[in-house]
């Protein structure tokens, strides 16, 4: 049965995905993905692989991502560990910093109990099909391991979230001055970055499941649950609502009146900005 799924690998953590399996994935992903012609260039050239890691904050996601980190230093790769996360933010940093591929953990809209791994490639981008089939092979394979001055370090990425709404708020075409905004932000991983982006953009900020506590992620909360963002639009009178899911890859909205604004009239609106 195949590892990997359409967006990673997922399941129930300490079930099926364990520290055991998060640790071999990470060496495997190394390997493989130590292979190209830019990664074989910074080795020659006595430098070691860079990976960037970032989780969301469901509880499991602590030992998960230890043991990501651990297979990847294992492996002679140099991890910058940026903490709890979007999972755009960890793509934007992969590409921002010229680092070799990234780790997110997280299971983005599932429950708690569940939890994923999902590895980007150079520059933020998904892995290929043909990719993710030779990291499983790899799992299975003896594979040398450095030592001495050769194994990887692990270190804090102190400026990550600063990195990336700096980045969001040079994206924007104008300031949000005079709008007030709604955020639920599913008790996930943009609890941080997505209140500060709000706010430092200019807009009054009403915040909502910014309490994340390692269980609550999703729960009765987020792009999966409006009701409660609907209601809060309405009772401040806010202009619009916006909720994440659990690692803030997707987001569905509400306007003032709590109606939904979907995937596609979100598009639409973006197209005509």
């Known amino acids: 049965m195949a590892l990997f799924g359409t967006d990673g690998v997922r399941g129930l953590a300490n079930g099926p995905l364990t520290a055991d399996i998060a640790l071999t994935l990470a060496q495997a992903t190394a390997v493989v993905l130590g292979q190209g012609r830019i990664a074989e260039a910074r080795k020659a050239a006595g430098k070691r692989l860079t990976a960037v890691v970032a989780?969301?904050?469901?509880i499991s996601g602590h030992f998960l991502s230890a043991a990501v980190e651990a297979g990847l230093a294992s492996s002679g790769v140099d991890v910058l560990d940026a903490g709890t996360l979007p999972t755009p933010a960890a793509a934007f940093l992969i590409a921002d910093?010229?680092?070799?591929?990234?780790v997110?953990?997280?299971?983005?809209?599932?429950?708690?109990?569940?939890?994923g791994i999902k590895i980007f490639a150079r520059g933020g981008v998904k892995l290929p099909d043909v990719v993710e089939q030779r990291i499983e092979e790899a799992m299975a394979g003896e594979n040398l391991r450095p030592t001495g001055a050769d194994v990887g370090r692990v270190s804090r990425f102190s400026d990550a979230e600063d990195r990336y709404v700096i980045h969001l708020l040079a994206s924007l075409?104008?300031?949000?001055?005079g709008i007030h905004v709604v955020l639920d932000c599913a008790h996930g991983a943009a609890s941080g970055a997505s209140p500060e982006a709000f706010s430092n953009a200019g807009a009054k900020v009403t915040v909502i499941g910014a309490d994340?506590?390692?269980i609550n992620i999703n729960d009765g909360v987020g792009s999966t649950h409006l009701d409660k963002l609907a209601a809060e639009v309405v009772r401040v009178g806010a202009d619009v609502?916006?909720?994440h899911d659990g690692d803030a890859d997707r987001c569905l909205a509400v306007d003032a009146e709590g109606n939904v604004i979907d995937g596609d009239q979100i598009m639409a609106v973006i197209a005509l900005a």
Do not use: K, Q, T, Y
């Open 241 to 243: 609502g916006i909720a």
């Open 173 to 177: 075409p104008h300031r949000l001055d």
């Open 97 to 102: 910093i010229d680092a070799d591929f990234g």
């Open 55 to 58: 989780r969301d904050p469901r």
């Open 212 to 214: 994340p506590d390692g």
């Open 104 to 115: 997110m953990i997280s299971a983005s809209h599932n429950p708690a109990p569940d939890n």
